[in-house]
């Protein structure tokens, strides 16, 4: 069956950086991009960007650019998001997502929460 | 950046009720819009995409209807499970945005 299992809570102080995995099972990983997609505290979902596991090609929301890099390992099927720069307003849950276009069913990570605190 | 507005914010219902829920769009975005429910603690899960059409393994009671602009997620009869957060996200151009999701509370 499909899964995607993403890493554990990470607590971090503002200006540091945050790398969060997303492992992919129970599909060919390269077969669909993987979309990420935050919720800060009791708020609504933010898109965040894709990656395309095949070729590696990236997109962005412009909020983010300059300050999110998304990365896969093909090998190991895992895709990765690293925020950099935190600030206190990007503690939320992260979860990444295999959203097709298409009427296939979706598949979500089950969150990460990234905690922002000095 | 293409803005989702959704209301209602909140709603209380009744089991059997029928609920609607109204996501617009700052511009036309064609039928590129799908609907997510989400519940406490767990990720969202879509339940319509391409504006109308069920994915599979959704109940029949949740429809969708709508294009370009106005778009409506309708559950026929509320049932306890339905209890959730909703969702509209339109997928037409970038950046992907969500509305700001309608609670459906217990009455």
């Known amino acids: 069956q499909v899964q995607l299992v993403q890493s554990g809570a990470e607590v971090k102080k503002p200006g540091a950086s945050v790398k969060v995995s997303c492992k992919a099972s129970g599909y060919t990983f390269t077969d669909y991009y993987i979309h990420w997609v935050r919720q800060a505290p009791g708020q609504g979902l933010e898109w965040i960007g894709w990656?395309?596991?095949?070729?590696?090609?990236?997109k962005y929301a412009q909020k983010f650019q300059g300050r999110v890099t998304m990365t896969r390992d093909t090998s190991i099927s895992t895709a990765y998001m690293e925020l950099s720069r935190l600030r206190s307003d990007d503690t939320a849950v992260y979860y990444c997502?295999?959203?097709?276009?298409?009427?296939?069913?979706?598949?979500w990570g089950q969150g990460t929460l990234v905690t922002v605190s000095s | 950046d293409i803005q989702m507005t959704q209301s209602p914010s909140s709603l209380s219902a009744s089991v059997g009720d029928r609920v609607t829920i109204t996501c617009r769009a700052s511009?036309?975005?064609?039928?590129?819009l799908g609907w997510y429910q989400q519940k406490p603690g767990k990720a969202p899960k879509r339940l319509i995409y391409a504006a109308s059409s069920l994915q599979s393994g959704v109940p029949s009671r949740f429809s969708g209807s709508g294009s370009g602009t106005e778009f409506t997620l309708t559950i026929s009869s509320l049932q306890p499970e339905d209890f959730a957060t909703y969702y509209c996200?339109?997928?037409?151009?970038?950046?992907?945005?969500f509305g700001q999701g309608t609670k459906v509370e217990i009455k």
């Open positions: 997502a295999r959203v097709p276009g298409s009427g296939e069913t979706d598949y």
């Open positions: 996200l339109q997928h037409n151009s970038y950046p992907l945005t």
């Open positions: 990656i395309n596991p095949n070729s590696g090609g990236t």
């Open positions: 511009q036309g975005i064609r039928n590129d």
